[in-house]
């Protein structure tokens, strides 16, 4: 495949795409399309803060190729993520993936000449900026689900506001998030403008059923009941409702134990399908797909499905609270993966899953008292993890940490 860092600019003395693009259908952020193209043309860096279900991840890299010459870079935490939206945004503007919308990630690059939109995994785009620092022909970059706060997104964004800086003072930024810290990205970039979107128009009603089960002390009793009581809420769901289900559960473990404890007990037309980060591609399609006609799917993922990814057929959410996160373990020397609570950001994110298309239900298996003690939002992996490979990027990048 063509290098996806490369990029010619063929148009000739035109002011924007001028794209053939289809009608497309309408979706809540649409009437803030003329303040975010304005702030695409004109502003270094804003803000754009957008509830799950608005349309912010397909409609503004679109409204980018509109308002500015050459390569827009689109960056997703996730790889599945950026499959499923690369083939979205590719269809909508009526091509195929490779086309004008192209994909960058690990073990999987279309890229060609006529490729303007890449959609790129936040690892891939390290690559390429160290690579090539003034990132030539990228317009625009937006970083997506930056409220996850990895340490590839936060080192990508350092990197790009310092080529930006020294470099490229036309290249243009956009920091999108449905639940956006604003308050601690304000005080690096004061002068950012700040864009918010209200919440769609699908209301989702959130039910508390946590585990009342006698002796659950600690954590590691609850993950141990955990798959039963998952197993339980969710064949009570299927009996109110008659949508289809995404449960979120920590990891491939729990996964696999509440499959089993549904297996035999699910309605007729019903199938279950796990979704976690170490399926093949063509298995995480498989439960991202449609179900068929007549048919409920029972979706069991990780944090993977938190952000991004839209499951048709979907209004009905099943919550866990719980995830799993790589902790650097100085005194041993090791990355290991702790389980813990989320932040109320990702619960926001999670139930924001179940009224992407219509009203919907939300049941988060805690207490409504216990989210008081809840963090508001993500811990940025910068203080949780190895930092060789930070060290290694910014060796590369020919700067010190504390620039």
Request: aromatic fraction near 4%; glycine fraction near 8%; charged fraction near 20%.
């Amino acid at each position: 495949s063509p290098d996806p860092c490369q990029y010619t600019d063929t148009r000739q003395n035109t002011r924007s795409t001028g794209l053939p693009m289809p009608t497309l259908p309408p979706l809540p952020i649409d009437p803030y399309r003329p303040r975010i193209s304005e702030l695409l043309r004109k502003s270094p860096v804003f803000l754009l803060e957008a509830p799950p279900g608005t349309g912010k991840s397909t409609r503004v890299p679109l409204w980018a190729l509109d308002a500015l010459p050459g390569r827009v870079l689109l960056l997703e935490p996730r790889r599945a993520a950026a499959r499923m939206l690369a083939r979205h945004l590719a269809n909508l503007t009526g091509g195929t993936v490779g086309g004008l919308v192209g994909i960058a990630m690990r073990q999987e690059t279309r890229v060609s000449r006529s490729t303007r939109l890449l959609v790129v995994t936040e690892g891939v785009f390290t690559r390429m900026i160290t690579d090539e620092q003034s990132l030539s022909g990228v317009s625009c970059v937006l970083f997506d689900e930056f409220h996850e706060r990895s340490i590839a997104s936060d080192t990508g964004l350092a990197l790009a506001l310092e080529s930006q800086s020294i470099l490229r003072p036309d290249l243009h930024l956009g920091i999108l998030s449905a639940t956006l810290d604003r308050e601690s990205l304000k005080k690096i970039l004061p002068d950012a403008p700040e864009v918010v979107s209200p919440a769609p128009g699908y209301p989702v009603r959130t039910v508390y059923a946590p585990d009342r089960t006698p002796g659950l002390f600690s954590l590691t009793d609850r993950l141990r009941h955990l798959p039963l009581h998952m197993a339980g809420v969710i064949l009570h769901c299927l009996r109110e409702t008659s949508s289809s289900v995404l449960a979120f559960l920590p990891g491939s473990a729990e996964i696999r134990r509440t499959a089993e404890a549904l297996e035999g007990q699910i309605p007729e037309g019903c199938a279950v399908f796990p979704l976690l980060g170490n399926l093949s591609a063509r298995e995480q399609d498989a439960a991202l797909a449609p179900a068929p006609e007549g048919q409920r799917k029972i979706v069991l993922a990780t944090d993977i499905a938190e952000t991004s990814l839209t499951i048709q057929g979907v209004s009905t959410v099943v919550d866990s609270g719980l995830q799993r996160r790589p902790h650097w373990d100085a005194a041993s020397g090791r990355t290991r993966l702790v389980t813990q609570t989320i932040p109320l950001s990702s619960a926001r994110q999670r139930q924001g899953r179940a009224g992407r298309r219509c009203p919907g239900l939300c049941v988060r298996l805690w207490s409504r008292e216990s989210e008081k003690g809840m963090a508001p939002f993500a811990r940025p992996e910068i203080l949780e993890a190895d930092l060789t490979p930070l060290a290694m990027d910014l060796a590369l990048w020919g700067a010190a940490p504390g620039d």
